[in-house]
Each structure stands twice: as C-alpha cells, then as structure tokens.
C-alpha cells in the first residue's frame, strides 16, 4: 500500500490535500474500482486539485511547497514570510481550488462517515492555512510543517476509518 499511495501522490503532486488520492483508495476500501459515493467525490475533487494544481501560473508555489514527502529540510525551515506576489497568487490558487471542495452530501453516508468528516475537516484546515499564508501570517518553513502534519493527521484517521468501515 505505501508504495502505491506515494505513487498516487506523486502523480497528483498536490500541497492541497495531498492525500485525495489517498482517501479515494481507502474509501473503496482497496478495491481497484468502487462505486462508494466517498470514493467517487474524493476522485472527482483529486482531478480538479490535478488540474489546478498543474496550471504553470501556480509553479512558485509548487517550488516553495513541492508535495508531502518531497519536502526537504529547507522547505521545512523557511522563515521567509510570502513576498505580496506569493501572497497574492495563494489567494489565486485557493480561488481556484475552491471549486474542488467536496461535495458534504456525497461523502458523509452512514457507511463512509469517519473518513468524510476526515477529509472535509482537514481540507477546510487546509483552506485555513493557504488563508494564513496569503495574507502574510505565516512563513513558507510553517505553512509546509503544518500541511505535513494535517497530512499525517488525515492519513491516520483515514486509515482508521477503513479498518472500523471494513469490520462486520
């Protein structure tokens, strides 16, 4: 699993909820294909991340805040606060990703609820971090060590909800 999840990750290279693809794999609770309502919005979402995520105006921010687990130390230690461009193109991209929230009616189903409110909780946290970061509250060094850590957050609880959604 870990070496399929990094896959899918790095494919999707997104800072925003990295972990999307993620969600979608255990949502179908490792199947290769399911029809679960989590994992169907969960995919849809990451391939609007994806497609935000790969627009050519948002590559300084990809170089500042590269994908979990290609952080490196200097990404982790940056203590340069956003320039007012930065500022200004974080706000562009939260714009835009805005448009790849998941749907609260797709996901919260009785048999997915854990790993709904999972996702929906760290993407608005995640949302509460870009806002941070756009208005020049942050530094890089700590947008990227929060984003790490809501990401391992989001993978433990997601984890822990296919393991309670797959018990009889």
């Known amino acids: 699993m870990d070496h399929l999840t990094s896959g899918i990750m790095g494919i999707i290279g997104s800072r925003f909820l990295a972990l999307l693809p993620l969600a979608a794999l255990l949502a179908g609770c490792g199947t290769t294909q399911s029809t679960s309502p989590l994992a169907m919005e969960v995919g849809t979402s990451a391939a609007c991340v994806a497609e935000v995520e790969g627009r050519p105006d948002f590559a300084p921010l990809r170089a500042k805040s590269p994908p979990l687990g290609e952080m490196s130390p200097a990404n982790l230690g940056d203590t340069a606060k956003p ?3 930065e500022q200004e193109l974080a706000r562009s991209y939260l714009s835009a990703v805005a448009a790849c929230t998941p749907r609260t009616e797709a996901i919260l ?9 999972a996702i929906l909780t760290t993407w608005h946290e995640q949302e509460q971090l870009y806002a941070a970061l756009a208005s020049g509250r942050l530094t890089w060094g700590q947008f990227n060590r929060m984003t790490e850590a809501l990401g391992r957050r989001m993978d433990r609880q997601l984890r822990t909800a296919m393991v309670a959604a ?3």
């Open 83 to 85: 320039t007012p461009e």
């Open 109 to 117: 189903n009785p048999r997915d609820q854990a790993a709904g409110r």
């Open 166 to 168: 797959s018990a009889p």
